[in-house]
């Protein structure tokens, strides 16, 4: 299944971007982005329009959480659905996350495959949201 929507991706471990970068391609979406930090997240964020951003919980200088604020409370007119990454499944840590405007929050080791269900339901709900 092809598909335009524009991803970005925010993961320290130049391993983990490959391993669910390739797995996203494999999957039909060929727009993805990259950013190895907080603040490259923000930064592209700011300038690009994008559908998803998938970042890591922890990341230096701005962490996940950090991110999904300061586009929240950015200008950003076309803000994304954020999917959170956590190697900590820490239930004060998901709340903060969800209150901070996290879609959904996934718990590190992850299968691809799931992660790929879960954008599939998201850009359905903001396809949905469009129309309405």
């Not at 603040?39 to 329009?49: F, Q, R, S, T, Y």
């Not at 999917?83 to 209150?99: D, F, R």
């Amino acid at each position: 299944m092809e598909t335009n929507a524009k991803i970005l991706l925010c993961d320290e471990n130049p391993d983990e971007r490959k391993r669910i970068a390739d797995f996203l391609f494999k999957s039909g979406f060929s727009h993805i982005d990259e950013a190895s930090d907080g603040e490259a997240a923000v930064n592209k964020l700011i300038g690009g329009l994008y559908d998803i951003a998938i970042v890591d919980l922890w990341l230096s200088v701005i962490d996940g959480i950090g991110i999904i604020r300061s586009i929240e409370k950015s200008a950003v007119k076309n803000k994304p659905s954020f999917i959170l990454m956590s190697p900590i499944n820490k239930q004060s840590i998901l709340v903060e996350a969800s209150e901070a405007g996290a879609d959904i929050c996934l718990l590190k080791p992850f299968d691809c495959s799931s992660l790929v269900a879960h954008i599939d339901s998201l850009l359905r709900l903001r396809s949905r949201n469009e129309i309405a």
